[in-house]
T-cell receptor, first 113, second 116 residues
């Protein structure tokens, strides 16, 4: 089944404790992206990647890191999480053309206390 | 930069009735795609319908159809014969072409409740 797999689905952590949210897709898509969803703000892009070893900032990149060492994987790293990073996170992928929209992962609900 | 506006934070509709969700966008681009995504309580993002800007014909997918007015930069979603399973958050989204490194830009969403 074609899908984007995110883990974990839920995560509660403490301020300053490094964490990684994993994302993997099995569709050989070139483009991958991370979004955060907050009430009243919709989905905002954090980082994206057009292909292996090519990443760039989205609209809200502060406090996040990403890497794209393999085409299928695009982990999101929070080096020192803070409470304002409490959010619902989505990984998404698409072929280069993008015309069919994105395929989304199931989301990760992150709480930083 | 492109912006997408959904002016109705919340809406409700009786089961079997028809409801229309509004979306406007701001862009200077001529070639782009527009999308409606549904997010049920399971929080999964599900593509409902897509529209290519160069196509004048409005897209339809079963009970879902759009009214695309390019000159007015309007892209509303009509849900006919509403069902309880349509209860969800709905997001309008915009992508310019060529897509390449351009993101999918989302509106803030409309929460739709279908009432029995």
């Amino acid at each position: 089944e074609a899908q984007v797999t995110q883990n974990p689905r839920y995560l509660i952590t403490v301020t300053g404790k490094k964490l990684t949210v994993t994302c993997s897709q099995n569709m050989n898509h070139e483009y991958m992206s991370w979004y955060r969803q907050d009430p009243g703000l919709g989905l905002r892009q954090i980082y994206y990647s057009m292909n292996v070893e090519v990443t760039d900032k989205g609209d809200v990149p502060e406090g996040y890191k990403v890497s794209r060492k393999e085409k299928r994987n695009f982990p999101l790293i929070l080096e020192s999480p803070s409470p304002n990073q409490t959010s619902l996170y989505f990984c998404a992928s698409s072929p280069w053309t993008g015309g069919n929209g994105y395929t989304f992962g199931s989301g990760t609900r992150l709480t930083v206390v | 930069a492109q912006t997408v506006t959904q002016s109705q934070p919340e809406m409700s509709v009786q089961e079997a009735e028809t409801v229309t969700l509004s979306c406007t966008y701001d862009t200077s681009e001529n070639n782009y795609y527009l999308f409606w995504y549904k997010q049920p309580p399971s929080r999964q993002m599900i593509l409902v319908i897509r529209q290519e800007a160069y196509k004048q014909q409005n897209a339809t997918e079963n009970r879902f159809s759009v009214n695309f007015q390019k000159a007015a930069k309007s892209f509303s979603l009509k849900i006919s014969d509403s069902q309880l399973g349509d209860t969800a958050m709905y997001f309008c989204a915009f992508m310019k072409l060529p897509s390449g490194n351009t993101p999918l830009v989302f509106g803030k969403g409309t929460r739709l409740s279908v009432i029995a």
